[in-house]
Every structure is written in structure tokens, then in C-alpha cells.
């Protein structure tokens, strides 16, 4: 069994930088589909960035296009998400996900098959 372990999360300003990382343990993740997703208080998990087993393929949301970036390293086994220019409706908790066939929807939460718990990300205005 495959585990998934995100760090990074914190209180920030408005403006302000954080970068996540999704730790994998258990099993080697470097053929899988890696994505982060949040999930703000009362509303529903949304995609936010994804990138392929090779690196060759990343996706972002429209929200977040141009602040943040998602970059993976194989040989750690691990997921980064740089996230600059924060905004206080960045607030939630962002969940890392791995998925072995997302194929071209990567964006699409059902496609990844294990899951972080999540790491809290607050920005203040």
C-alpha cells in the first residue's frame, strides 16, 4: 500500500509565498500521475494542479495559472506545489492524489486512485 504525506501548509499574508510538498512511502510512485487538489469550509474539493509521470504534461486550474507550480522529483518520490502571489481564497485544505491511469483528464478527482490527508493552508488579507 502506497501512502501519501503533504507538508508545508501554513498562515501567510496576501501576497505571500508556500511551498507544499506530498512525501510517498510505501511503494514507488514515479509511473503515477501526481495532483494536488483543496477543499475550502463548505464547499467542494476542487483541482488545482496536476503533472504526468514523465513531467511532460501539467495542468492547472484557471484560478490559479500563473502563481502557482507544480514540479515533482522521481528519484525522491516527491511532489512539490509552489504557490506565490496568495490569495485569501486560496484558504483550504490541499489534498495531494496519485493516479496510475488519469489519462487526459487530470483534473478530474475520480481519477486518482490514493490520497493524501491533507495540509492546512490559511491566507490572511
Known amino acids: 500500500q502506497g501512502q501519501l504525506v503533504e507538508s508545508g501548509g501554513g498562515l501567510v499574508q496576501a501576497g505571500g509565498s508556500l511551498r507544499l510538498t506530498c512525501a510517498a512511502s510505501?511503494?514507488?510512485?514515479?509511473?503515477?500521475?501526481m495532483g494536488w487538489f483543496r477543499q475550502a469550509p463548505g464547499k467542494e474539493r476542487e483541482f488545482v494542479a496536476a503533472i504526468s509521470w514523465s513531467g511532460a504534461s501539467i495542468s492547472y486550474a484557471d484560478s490559479v495559472k500563473g502563481r502557482f507550480t507544480i514540479s515533482r522529483d522521481n528519484a525522491k518520490n516527491t511532489v512539490y506545489l509552489q504557490m506565490n502571489s496568495l490569495k485569501p481564497e486560496d484558504t483550504a485544505d490541499y489534498y495531494c492524489a496519485a493516479g496510475w491511469n488519469v489519462g487526459f483528464y487530470m483534473g478530474a478527482a475520480g481519477n486518482y486512485d490514493y490520497w493524501g490527508q491533507g495540509t492546512q493552508v490559511t491566507v490572511s488579507s
Open positions: 510505501g511503494r514507488t510512485f514515479s509511473r503515477y500521475a
